[in-house]
Each structure stands twice: as C-alpha cells, then as structure tokens.
C-alpha cells in the first residue's frame, strides 16, 4: 500500500499552483491602480480531468497533519475576505477602506498555499479535480483582481464587491468546500471539519432565488 508524504513535494505544488497565473494577473496591462474589474462569465467544470481517477490509498500521519492545517487556514483566509465584503459598502475612511481591502487581498492570495498543499495530496481525486478546474477557469483570478483593485481604487470601486460575492458565493466557495469536505474524508476520524465562511450575501442570494 502506497503511502504518501507531503514534505519534500510541497515546495513544487506551490510553485505549480502558481505557475497558474492566479498571482499575480498575468496580463501585462493589467495595472490596479487604472483597471474597471476583472468579470465573466466563467463557466464552472462539470468534468474531472482524464487522470483524475482517484485520490491517494494511504497518508502518512504528518500529511494528515498538514492537510487538516491547510483547512483550518483556508477556512480562516475566506472568513477575511467574506468579512470584508460585509462592510465594505459601509466604510467611508478611505484608508480604513484600502487597508481592509488589502488584508482581504492577500488572505484570497493566500488561499493559494492551502490549494497548494490539499492538491499535492488529493488532487487525483475526480472531486477535487472539478473544485480545481473550477477556480482556475478565471473566477478566482478575478475575486483577486477586484480586490487588489479595491486596495488601491479604494471607496470609489465598492462596486465591486457585487461582483466578487456573484462569483464567490456560486463557484468559489461550493469548490472551496469540496476540497473541505474530500480533504476530511481522507484525513479519516479524527479530521476537523470545516466549511468555506461565507458573507451574507450568500444567504440573501438564496432567500431571493
């Protein structure tokens, strides 16, 4: 039985996560400072990739334990951003605005890491394959870009945030979780389950469906 270990392959997940193009924009001419937002549509995976076939047959404890940090992060990375798209609209201050949007800028860049770690170890596995596909169809660069553009814009593009919690609250998060959910099941009994917090925006869109 083949027993997988995260430690010495970690350094090159995260450098082919970013080799993705998430961050920063690829786009030469993309510049924060000038751009009107990033938007779609983006349209979600419906299919696993043709080697995603199934995820590992047996993890090592220290993997467990870096897989189960990896959610909890992760989890904590959306609760900034969520957090920020509550009150958002509501902050006048420009600097109060522009530091917020950048704490939450950088908490959606680093969820990079956690992607990182979860795909080294799951990423066969067909679930986690369409989670995958998904964020990286161009939604999740554009959550990032927004942001970024908030960061340095400041209260005059607080209309993006309508735009991110479109796209957050129907593709990003459903994917995050799926990395959540799959993640737990392989880490066994003793997992911590988390979920992907969302902003209430997320609940008011399903109140209106």
């Given at each position: 039985m083949k027993t997988v270990s995260l430690g010495?392959?970690?350094l090159p997940a995260l450098a082919a996560a970013a080799s993705k193009g998430i961050n920063p924009n690829p786009d030469p001419n993309f510049d924060p400072a000038t751009s009107q937002?990033?938007?779609?549509?983006?349209t979600p995976a419906t299919n696993a990739v043709a080697g995603a076939t199934g995820g590992p047959v047996n993890l090592d404890v220290r993997s467990k334990q870096a897989m189960q940090l990896a959610i909890s992060n992760w989890q904590t990375d959306t609760g900034i951003v969520s957090g920020f798209l509550n009150v958002g609209k509501s902050i006048n201050n420009e600097d109060q605005f522009k530091g917020i949007a950048d704490g939450a800028f950088k908490a959606e860049?680093?969820?990079?890491?956690?992607?990182?770690?979860?795909?080294?170890?799951?990423?066969?596995?067909?679930?986690v394959s369409i989670a995958n596909q998904t964020l990286l169809n161009?939604?999740?660069?554009s959550v990032v870009d927004n942001l970024q553009i908030m960061s340095v814009q400041g209260t005059q593009r607080a209309d993006l945030?309508?735009?991110i919690n479109n796209q957050r609250c129907t593709q990003i998060l459903p994917s995050i979780d799926a990395y959540l959910v799959v993640a737990a099941e392989y880490i066994g009994d003793n997992a911590q389950q988390r979920r992907a917090v969302r902003p209430t925006a997320c609940a008011l869109a399903r109140t209106l469906a």
């Open positions: 010495a392959a970690l937002g990033t938007f779609g549509p983006f860049v680093n969820e990079l890491v956690q992607m990182g770690v979860l795909n080294q170890a799951i990423g066969n596995d067909p679930r161009g939604v999740f660069q945030i309508d735009e």
